[in-house]
């Protein structure tokens, strides 16, 4: 298993600022499955501290501009430091031996208008969450889910885009 852990620059304004991504070798009939993991509990209190008018950018789609929730509720799915390693050292511990790559790097700020917070998202029968807060023995002391999209991976029973004999 690979972990990449890429720091956030020095005069970063928050401690809140990174993301993780997993590579699962196989899930759900699939090969190599990103999970995109985040906290799925943040303390919405939390956004009160923060400079709002330097973290909101400006829209993705002029035309669509979205919510400045949206942005608040993506950055608050983010992890801090500490909580990156000790998110990181759990994945490693419990499912090492089925996850090929964790890669943890600070989002970009700011955070453009139009984010979709990846909580908003409505499961279905390709898009989903694991929830690993749910698993026996979970020792964070927040909740932690990995959001997948299945259709952006190879089914087991093909590889290259080949089916196989």
């Not at 720091?7 to 991504?21: N, Q």
């Amino acid at each position: 298993m690979q972990t990449y852990i890429i720091p956030a620059e020095e005069g970063t304004p928050l401690d809140r600022v990174y993301s993780i991504s997993i590579t699962i070798r196989t899930f759900k009939g699939r090969r190599n499955v990103e999970a995109h993991v985040f906290r799925c509990d943040p303390d919405l209190a939390e956004a009160a501290s923060y400079d709002w008018n330097t973290l909101v950018g400006p829209p993705m789609d002029p035309a669509n501009p979205g919510d400045v929730e949206d942005v608040k509720r993506t950055l608050l799915e983010t992890f801090t430091a500490e909580e990156r390693d000790a998110v990181v050292s759990y994945l490693s511990r419990r499912y090492g031996s089925r996850i090929e790559c964790i890669t943890a790097c600070p989002v970009e700020l700011p955070i453009p208008l139009g984010v979709t917070p990846l909580s908003s998202i409505t499961p279905g029968k390709t898009l989903g969450f694991i929830r690993f807060e749910n698993v026996t023995d979970y020792p964070l002391p927040f909740a932690v889910r990995g959001f997948y999209d299945l259709t952006q991976h190879d089914p087991l029973d093909r590889q290259g885009g080949e089916e196989q004999a």
